[in-house]
Structures are given as C-alpha cells and as structure tokens.
C-alpha cells in the first residue's frame, strides 16, 4: 500500500532530484572521470510529506553513480516551414531517436529535448 501511495506522491520527482548536487560533484562529463562509479547518500526533510497518514520525517537516497555512453541513431528528422523551401534551409526540424519516443526540437536556435528514458 505504501509503495502504490508512493507513486502518486505530488514530490516523488523531488526526492529522485535530491542526489543531483552530489552527482554533479563528481565531474562525470569530464573526460577522466568516465569510468568512475561512486556511491551515494542523500538525507533530508519534506515539509508536509504523509504516507498512510502518517508524518515522514526523513528521506533516505542511497545509489551508485556512473556515466554510461549510449550510441543513438537519428532514424528519422522532421523539417517544416514554408513550402517549396529545401530541408536545411527550414526553421523548424525534429530528429526522432532510436530510443523511446526521445526527440528532440530545433526551432530558430532554441532546442528542446524530450529525453525517454523507460526502455533503459
């Protein structure tokens, strides 16, 4: 029962976002720092979090880290405007991805990215 509350907790997105900080100071982007794995805790409050009614009064995330190196095809890429323009000379065009319903959007220098990350 608890595990099913859980999942539709309004701040379940914020306690997966707690250990980003410590992620983040491992450097992973960093050319030598791709092959390391690390270990971490993250303990914290939330204001106002029940679960069977009862008060949480601490959060524990604890996990292993590690950037890992995923290859990905562009199968197919999405170009609009005007007709009669060619592909490349369009100001909007999205690449579809191999992984999910990934994609992502070019729009007049701006980029939005939908990264699917549940097949993983």
Same mark, same amino acid.
């Given at each position: 029962?608890?595990?099913?509350?859980?999942?539709?907790?309004?701040?379940?997105?914020?306690?997966?976002?707690?250990?980003?900080?410590?992620?983040?100071?491992?450097?992973?982007?960093? %050319?030598?720092?791709?092959? %390391?794995?690390?270990?971490?805790?993250?303990?914290? =409050?939330?204001?106002?979090?029940?679960?069977?009614?009862?008060?949480?009064?601490?959060?524990?995330? =604890?996990? =292993?880290?590690?950037? &890992?190196?995923?290859?990905?095809?562009?199968?197919?890429?999405?170009?609009?405007?005007?007709?009669?323009? %060619?592909? &490349?000379?369009?100001?909007?065009?999205?690449?579809?991805?191999?992984?999910?319903?990934?994609?992502?959007?070019?729009?007049?220098? %701006?980029?939005?990215?939908?990264?699917?990350?549940?097949?993983?």
């Amino acid at each position: 029962m608890v595990a099913e509350e859980l999942k539709d907790y309004y701040g379940l997105r914020s306690i997966f976002n707690a250990p980003f900080e410590i992620i983040d100071s491992h450097k992973l982007i960093v %050319k030598e720092n791709r092959n %390391k794995k690390f270990n971490f805790d993250v303990t914290f =409050k939330i204001n106002d979090f029940l679960l069977q009614g009862k008060e949480v009064k601490e959060v524990e995330v =604890k996990g =292993k880290g590690a950037l &890992e190196k995923i290859d990905l095809t562009v199968p197919t890429t999405f170009s609009y405007g005007m007709p009669g323009l %060619k592909p &490349e000379d369009r100001n909007i065009y999205i690449q579809k991805f191999g992984l999910g319903q990934t994609d992502i959007v070019h729009q007049n220098g %701006k980029v939005s990215i939908c990264l699917d990350l549940s097949k993983l």
